[in-house]
């Protein structure tokens, strides 16, 4: 089965410049995860959606970052203004949901570098 | 909340030789899981081996197994018989029984395998 997808691979943008990221998770996952995953840190929950509803999103920078997932398939993380600090790999993650044990799948990531 | 602490920014190892990378994390919930990642440069996160709480064995894939001591919340992953394929960030990682957006990971071991 294909993988999670992402695009772009990498993005170099300057402070104040707006950004997007696109994500497709597996074919069939309910739940879709974005992750902000620093230079030497472990990757940290941004926002997750269950289909097309936000479940959490309570480490979301909302002043600049946005996130929507309109049909429950694909989904778009969007930095307007970025920053400085925004510079990072920003990771996609899905698995099928449900209550039982299932896999976190991830995708290759999309890293950005702010100047 | 529940934190991750990976204590080992990097570790080394020589090839065919077993190395241990150690992690610790805080919980006051009993039902839990815990999950090892693998990270190579530039490539995708993928899993390598998950324990999960309730269960007294120590999880084993291959040649990566864990120590997993539930009481003292430790939960180390060993490598076997080293390969350069092995060469990663390895992060160790947290996830909620009760809550499956609940996943914490640690700040990452990078593990570097001599030839």
């Known amino acids: 089965e294909a993988g999670v997808a992402q695009s772009p691979r990498y993005k170099i943008i300057e402070k104040r410049q707006s950004v997007a990221f696109w994500c497709n998770p597996i074919s069939g996952h309910a739940t879709l995860y974005w992750y902000q995953q620093i230079l030497g840190q472990g990757p940290k929950l941004l926002i997750q959606f269950q289909n097309n509803g936000v479940v959490d999103d309570s480490q979301l920078p909302k002043d600049r970052f946005s996130a929507e997932r309109l049909k429950g398939v694909d989904s778009t993380l969007k930095i307007q203004p970025a920053k400085l600090e925004d510079s990072a790999v920003y990771l996609c993650?899905?698995?099928?949901?449900?209550?039982?044990?299932?896999?976190?799948?991830f995708g290759p990531g999309t890293r950005l570098t702010v100047l | 909340a529940q934190t991750v602490t990976q204590s080992q920014p990097e570790m080394s190892v020589q090839e065919a030789e077993t190395v241990t990378l150690s992690c610790t994390y805080d919980t006051s919930e009993s039902d839990y899981y815990l999950f090892w990642y693998k990270q190579p440069p530039s490539r995708q996160m993928i899993l390598v081996i998950r324990?999960?709480?309730?269960?007294?064995q120590n999880a084993t894939e291959n040649r990566f197994s864990v120590n997993f001591q539930k009481a003292a919340k430790s939960f180390s992953l060993k490598i076997s018989d080293s390969q350069l394929g092995d060469a990663a960030m390895y992060f160790c990682?947290?996830?909620?029984?009760?809550?499956?957006?609940?996943?914490?990971f640690g700040a990452g071991t990078r593990l570097t395998v001599k030839p």
């Open positions: 990682a947290y996830r909620s029984w009760y809550n499956n957006n609940d996943m914490r």
């Open positions: 993650a899905s698995l099928t949901g449900g209550r039982s044990y299932n896999e976190q799948f």
């Open positions: 324990q999960e709480a309730y269960k007294q």
